[in-house]
């Protein structure tokens, strides 16, 4: 077990470099222009963030202990669907919520 300073200097030092983080973009450079390079790469950030945030809940969901679940899997085909058709991620999202309401309901 982890004791109770480990856990207070990991929680410090994680706020702390989490601070920093956003100091660089925020304060240090919050004024200037960037690159066309950096800027070029920031653009792709939410792309990857959004899936690897998902992916772990539709394979290893924890509200079915960890097993994957072949409606979440259905619904994230589906949410991906409507996002490729429609070219808009808020209208997939909605979609893929409702979906899987609609499936829960209907398939417990």
């Given at each position: 077990?982890?004791?109770?300073?480990?856990?207070?200097?990991t929680?410090?030092?994680l706020?702390?470099?989490?601070?920093?983080?956003?100091?660089?973009?925020?304060?240090?450079?919050?004024g200037?222009?960037?690159p066309?390079?950096?800027?070029?790469?920031?653009?792709?950030?939410?792309?990857?963030i959004?899936?690897?945030?998902?992916?772990?809940?539709?394979?290893?969901?924890q509200?079915?202990?960890?097993?994957?679940?072949?409606?979440?899997?259905v619904?994230?085909?589906?949410?991906?669907?409507?996002?490729?058709?429609?070219?808009?991620?808020?209208?997939?999202?909605?979609?893929?919520?409702?979906?899987?309401?609609?499936?829960?309901?209907?398939f417990?």
């Amino acid at each position: 077990m982890i004791t109770h300073w480990d856990a207070w200097i990991t929680i410090i030092l994680l706020g702390l470099g989490s601070f920093c983080l956003r100091f660089i973009f925020l304060g240090a450079v919050g004024g200037r222009e960037l690159p066309e390079w950096v800027l070029r790469h920031l653009r792709y950030t939410p792309v990857a963030i959004l899936p690897a945030m998902v992916a772990p809940l539709v394979v290893w969901p924890q509200a079915t202990g960890g097993e994957t679940d072949p409606l979440r899997l259905v619904v994230a085909l589906a949410t991906l669907a409507i996002g490729y058709l429609t070219k808009n991620s808020i209208l997939a999202m909605i979609g893929g919520g409702l979906i899987i309401v609609g499936g829960l309901q209907i398939f417990g």
